[in-house]
């Protein structure tokens, strides 16, 4: 049978049976029926992820009748969202209410609850991942049974707001949103040899702070978000975002990478190039549109959490392995932060982190340039995104997350009989 689903870098295919509830009462229905059944059970988001976490084995579970917010407090900012909502419609709706997520990753595609299930983040010293703003969330389990989950239960909290989909499906969250708030961004090239001895203090000074370092150059583009007040309206004008944003960064970056991939040897000179074209920016913006940008061309993507104190010599030890062999990478390595938290599985559980994450064009061979990134994390207990590429199994992963006994003791209670597993959870998680 031909693959009918697809992830979004085009890594991971399947044939399942697509099933569409149209409301959590069918949704749960639906889930208890198949467990009954013997079948197995993904809920399945945007398709984003990159590893086979969203990869359905028998049955997908598609949320997309499940979108829109059912209640909004804006003195409390808690904003009760059905868990198919995709980011961009959540984003808009939000900020038609005054209110705005505290951070947002680089894109909007996923659903909310795709995007907490891997633990997706952005970056800020003092902004953990997007887990965190989950007040609450309701689970239906294998058995049909359908369970608010919030602090009062510190167990099943600690393990459902970053789920993997392996305990249920989710069907609705609170979130704890802040009122809507605006972000000058300032981006500017810069020189590796520069930021690296500066980049905890760069860190800690402001809201958000990422920095892209392009391969076998010593160049990088830096990016620093911070709070302006509601009067400040620099925009970037339309020409310019669609130069920078699509044309440059989507339609001739594609175009080079597409021309490339028969020119190994080109792609380092040509990332000197890459880098010469951004120039120094600066706008200001409603948060979510300062934090997400389109992204056209496709794929691969392997990122790793690693105590922030590391990301100096994680990065210096890549920057030594590409010169040394003269590795084919086309894409910018992205570096980013963020605080700790106490969700089980999350990468930045007890953890205050940088983020480095390698890319590689879709059609070029990533593999000794992924394999030699995950070495050099390992050197410093980096625990890998779980929506992005890595070779780690359970047992590894069992010495990286001090909760996964615990987690796993939540899975076997919620699904002892493994209706949403599938064989990247058998993998992370054990059978
Ligand atoms: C171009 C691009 C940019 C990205 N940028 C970032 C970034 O800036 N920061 C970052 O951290 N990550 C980033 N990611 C990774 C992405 O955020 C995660 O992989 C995310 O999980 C994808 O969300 P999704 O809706 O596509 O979920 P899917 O990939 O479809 O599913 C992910 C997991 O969520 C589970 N799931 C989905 N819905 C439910 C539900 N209702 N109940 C229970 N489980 C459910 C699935 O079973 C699966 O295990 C990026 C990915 C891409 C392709």
Same mark, same amino acid.
């Given at each position: 049978?031909?693959?009918?689903?697809?992830?979004?870098?085009?890594?991971?295919?399947?044939?399942?049976?697509?099933?569409?509830?149209?409301?959590?009462?069918?949704?749960?229905?639906? #889930?208890?029926? @198949?467990?009954?059944?013997?079948?197995?059970?993904?809920?399945?988001?945007?398709?984003?992820?990159?590893?086979?976490?969203?990869?359905?084995?028998?049955?997908?579970?598609?949320?997309?009748?499940?979108?829109?917010?059912?209640?909004?407090?804006?003195?409390?900012?808690?904003?009760?969202?059905?868990?198919?909502?995709?980011?961009?419609?959540?984003?808009?709706?939000?900020?038609?209410?005054?209110?705005?997520?505290?951070?947002?990753?680089?894109?909007?595609?996923?659903?909310?609850?795709?995007?907490?299930?891997?633990?997706?983040?952005?970056? /800020?010293?003092?902004?953990?991942?997007?887990?965190?703003?989950?007040? /609450?969330?309701?689970?239906?389990?294998?058995?049909?049974?359908?369970?608010?989950?919030?602090?009062?239960?510190?167990?099943?909290?600690?393990?459902?707001?970053?789920?993997?989909?392996?305990? /249920?499906?989710?069907?609705?969250?609170?979130?704890?949103?802040?009122?809507?708030?605006?972000?000058?961004?300032?981006?500017?090239?810069?020189?590796?040899?520069?930021?690296?001895?500066?980049?905890?203090?760069?860190?800690?000074?402001?809201?958000?702070?990422?920095?892209?370092?392009?391969? /076998?150059?010593?160049?990088?583009?830096?990016?620093?978000?911070?709070? #302006?007040?509601?009067?400040?309206?620099?925009?970037?004008?339309?020409? $310019? $975002?669609?130069?920078?944003?699509?044309?440059?960064?989507?339609?001739?970056?594609?175009?080079?990478?597409?021309?490339?991939?028969?020119?190994?040897?080109?792609?380092?000179?040509?990332?000197?190039?890459?880098?010469?074209?951004?120039?120094?920016?600066?706008?200001?913006?409603?948060?979510?549109?300062?934090?997400?940008?389109?992204?056209?061309?496709?794929?691969?993507?392997?990122?790793?959490? #690693?105590?922030?104190?590391?990301?100096?010599?994680?990065?210096?030890?890549?920057?030594?392995?590409?010169?040394?062999?003269?590795?084919?990478?086309?894409?910018?390595?992205?570096?980013?932060?963020?605080?700790?938290?106490?969700?089980?599985?999350?990468?930045?559980?007890?953890?205050?982190?940088?983020?480095?994450?390698?890319?590689?064009?879709?059609?070029?061979?990533?593999?000794?340039?992924?394999?030699?990134?995950?070495?050099?994390?390992?050197?410093?207990?980096?625990?890998?995104?779980?929506?992005?590429?890595? $070779?780690?199994?359970?047992?590894?992963?069992?010495?990286?997350?001090?909760?996964?006994?615990?987690? $796993?003791?939540?899975?076997?209670?919620?699904?002892?009989?493994?209706?949403? @597993?599938?064989?990247?959870?058998?993998?992370?998680?054990?059978?």
């Amino acid at each position: 049978m031909s693959a009918t689903w697809t992830n979004w870098a085009g890594t991971v295919t399947a044939s399942p049976e697509v099933l569409r509830p149209r409301t959590p009462e069918a949704l749960a229905e639906t #889930v208890r029926d @198949a467990a009954a059944r013997g079948r197995r059970v993904k809920p399945v988001g945007s398709s984003h992820s990159f590893t086979a976490v969203a990869q359905p084995a028998d049955l997908q579970l598609s949320l997309e009748h499940l979108t829109g917010i059912v209640s909004a407090d804006r003195e409390t900012g808690r904003v009760r969202v059905l868990a198919g909502t995709p980011l961009r419609l959540l984003n808009q709706a939000l900020d038609l209410l005054g209110l705005a997520m505290p951070n947002l990753g680089d894109i909007d595609a996923q659903t909310i609850s795709g995007a907490l299930s891997t633990g997706t983040h952005g970056t /800020g010293a003092t902004l953990p991942g997007l887990s965190a703003g989950i007040a /609450g969330l309701r689970l239906v389990t294998p058995d049909g049974s359908s369970r608010w989950i919030d602090a009062s239960d510190p167990e099943l909290f600690g393990a459902a707001r970053l789920g993997l989909g392996a305990l /249920g499906v989710i069907t609705e969250l609170e979130l704890a949103c802040l009122p809507a708030y605006r972000l000058r961004a300032v981006e500017r090239p810069d020189s590796l040899d520069t930021v690296l001895p500066r980049i905890q203090e760069l860190f800690d000074a402001h809201r958000h702070f990422e920095m892209y370092w392009f391969p /076998g150059t010593r160049r990088v583009q830096t990016k620093a978000n911070d709070l #302006v007040d509601d009067s400040v309206d620099e925009p970037l004008a339309p020409w $310019r $975002r669609r130069l920078d944003d699509e044309f440059l960064s989507n339609t001739v970056f594609g175009a080079a990478n597409r021309l490339l991939t028969g020119v190994p040897r080109a792609v380092l000179p040509f990332n000197e190039i890459a880098a010469r074209v951004l120039t120094e920016r600066t706008y200001t913006g409603p948060s979510h549109e300062v934090f997400c940008t389109p992204r056209t061309v496709r794929f691969l993507e392997s990122e790793y959490a #690693v105590p922030r104190e590391a990301v100096a010599d994680v990065l210096t030890d890549l920057a030594a392995w590409v010169e040394r062999r003269r590795e084919p990478v086309s894409f910018p390595v992205e570096v980013r932060v963020a605080a700790p938290d106490d969700i089980w599985l999350s990468t930045g559980y007890e953890r205050a982190n940088a983020y480095i994450a390698v890319h590689q064009y879709h059609r070029a061979d990533h593999r000794e340039y992924f394999a030699a990134f995950e070495d050099i994390a390992a050197a410093h207990a980096g625990r890998p995104h779980w929506g992005k590429m890595h $070779r780690l199994g359970a047992d590894e992963l069992a010495g990286l997350y001090p909760r996964m006994t615990d987690f $796993r003791a939540v899975r076997d209670r919620l699904d002892p009989d493994r209706v949403l @597993a599938n064989d990247y959870l058998t993998r992370v998680l054990g059978a």
